[in-house]
């Protein structure tokens, strides 16, 4: 199993694999605060189906708190399921614009 990386600012313009989905939301965020970044690195956080619009949530609460500009890319690989998020702090825009980009295995 090998985990592809997205990025936020080109996303593929090729067919996905036939075994695989692209899924992707975006997120405006007000950051407050950078510690947390660790913590939303070290959870876990299934993004796959029913549980997505659900963990959008726990993803917005998490990161309710940064504040500074960041750009991290978390890769997380487990079983069939892989899972590949990018976010990126946009800094231009008044709210931080982040976008997630996950790839599940079917």
Do not use: W
Request: hydrophobic letters at 25%; a neutral charge; proline letters at 6%.
């Amino acid at each position: 199993m090998l985990c592809s990386r997205s990025h936020p600012l080109q996303p593929p313009h090729h067919p996905s694999p036939p075994r695989s989905r692209l899924e992707s939301f975006h997120l405006l965020l007000s950051l407050q605060s950078s510690h947390n970044l660790q913590q939303f690195q070290s959870e876990n956080f299934d993004l796959h189906n029913s549980l997505f619009s659900r963990r959008e949530e726990a993803l917005r609460a998490s990161l309710s708190h940064h504040s500074k500009h960041c750009a991290v890319f978390v890769r997380r690989c487990e079983g069939s399921h892989i899972r590949c998020t990018h976010y990126e702090s946009d800094r231009h825009s008044e709210e931080n614009s982040v976008s997630f980009y996950t790839t599940v295995e079917r």
